[in-house]
T-cell receptor
Framework: AQSVSQHNHHVILSEAASLELGCNYS??????LFWYVQYPGQHLQLLLK??????LVKGIKGFEAEFIKSKFSFNLRKPSVQWSDTAEYFC?????????????FGAGTRLAVHP | SAVISQKPSRDICQRGTSLTIQCQVD?????MFWYRQQPGQSLTLIAT?????????ESGFVIDKFPISRPNLTFSTLTVSNMSPEDSSIYLC???????FGSGTRLTVV
């Protein structure tokens, strides 16, 4: 069965530290890839997405992600986090096959940034 | 990207009753998706709704419990039927091809 794995469930960082959140998926076909953020008490927001082209994708708020097809990975990065980045981050994979279209989410990673 | 509005934003309901959640998009879209986010959990796809055809439900979700309507290309409803406290969740809709989400409906069943 198709799945999305986020290996880090909780991450704690100090401000200005670098961030990398892992995301791997298990599906051999065509995919679109997404990262979403959910700030405390707020609704889900799209951070960035990859459909095709340059595998290094830049999103909002200084985030970027790199699609490595051979590793089935789409890791999220930010060179220097801020306290305001404290949130839950979800990786999602859109499986596409012959009209089949389904967005599957990982379990999420809770990021806490301390000042 | 598409702007998605959901109503109601929250509700507290008695067990055994039903609640219909509305999802309105500001542009025509082919597919609309309904998700559930249980407390402290990730999002789980309930069903996919195409205009003019029956919704496609994911494993563990059935039409009798979560009937869906899709009368046109900008609107869909999800009904949570015969509710129990286990149905307390946030229900969200999303659309193809932007995959943005509405602000969600926070449902509490007492």
């Amino acid at each position: 069965a198709q799945s999305v794995s986020q290996h880090n469930h909780h991450v704690i960082l100090s401000e200005a530290a670098s961030l990398e959140l892992g995301c791997n998926y298990s599906y051999g076909g065509t995919v679109n890839l997404f990262w979403y953020v959910q700030y405390p008490g707020q609704h889900l927001q799209l951070l960035l997405k990859y459909f095709s082209g340059d595998p290094l994708v830049k999103g909002i708020k200084g985030f970027e992600a790199e699609f490595i097809k051979s590793k089935f990975s789409f890791n999220l990065r930010k060179p220097s986090v801020q306290w305001s980045d404290t949130a839950e981050y979800f990786c999602a994979v859109n499986l596409l096959s012959g009209g089949y279209n389904k967005l599957i989410f990982g379990a999420g990673t809770r990021l806490a940034v301390h000042p | 990207s598409a702007v998605i509005s959901q109503k109601p934003s929250r509700d507290i309901c008695q067990r055994g009753t039903s609640l219909t959640i509305q999802c309105q998009v500001d542009s025509q879209v082919t597919m609309m998706f309904w998700y559930r986010q249980q407390p402290g959990q990730s999002l789980t796809l309930i069903a996919t709704a195409n205009q003019g055809s029956e919704a496609t439900y994911e494993s563990g979700f059935v039409i009798d419990k979560f009937p869906i309507s899709r009368p046109n290309l900008t609107f869909s409803t999800l009904t949570v039927s015969n509710m129990s406290p286990e149905d307390s969740s946030i229900y969200l809709c999303s659309v193809d091809p932007t995959y943005t989400f509405g602000s969600g409906t926070r449902l509490t069943v007492v």
